[in-house]
């Protein structure tokens, strides 16, 4: 019922600069939280950075300064700009729609979604 869509992964070199998108669609309502998290080979999924609709940020400390998350809260759309890229940052990075309402013929419903994820890789 709802669908994101992760873009803008690929291949780049240390230090450079990659920029990711995430479109949700569907019969959305409204999401308070749209976020970033990635997984590392043989590491656990772990929180890359957060936007509320309020535009409250939190961002992982790892990423702090480098990476800037951002948000369309009309097209339900978020945005990750990674700067200063680092090979510790190789990772499938996946979108995430949280605190999301939904229209159904019964009204409001409560969603959690996740993207299928777009990889990011960087060479030293």
């Known amino acids: 019922q709802v669908q994101l869509v992760e873009s803008g992964g690929g291949l780049v070199q240390a230090g450079g600069s990659l920029r990711l998108s995430c479109a949700a669609s569907?019969?959305?309502?409204?999401?308070?939280?749209m976020g970033w998290y990635r997984q590392a080979p043989g590491k656990r999924r772990e929180l890359v950075a957060t936007?509320?609709?309020?535009?409250?940020?939190n961002y992982a400390d790892s990423v702090k300064g480098r990476f800037t998350i951002s948000r369309d809260n009309a097209k339900n759309t978020v945005y990750l700009q990674m700067n200063s890229l680092k090979p510790e940052d190789t990772a499938v990075y996946y979108c995430?729609?949280?605190?999301?309402?939904?229209?159904?013929?019964?009204?409001?419903?409560?969603?959690?979604?996740w993207g299928r994820g777009t990889q990011v890789t960087v060479s030293s």
């Open positions: 569907g019969n959305i309502f409204s999401i308070i939280v």
């Open positions: 995430n729609a949280d605190k999301g309402k939904l229209v159904t013929s019964k009204g409001l419903a409560d969603f959690i979604s």
């Open positions: 936007s509320t609709s309020g535009g409250s940020t």
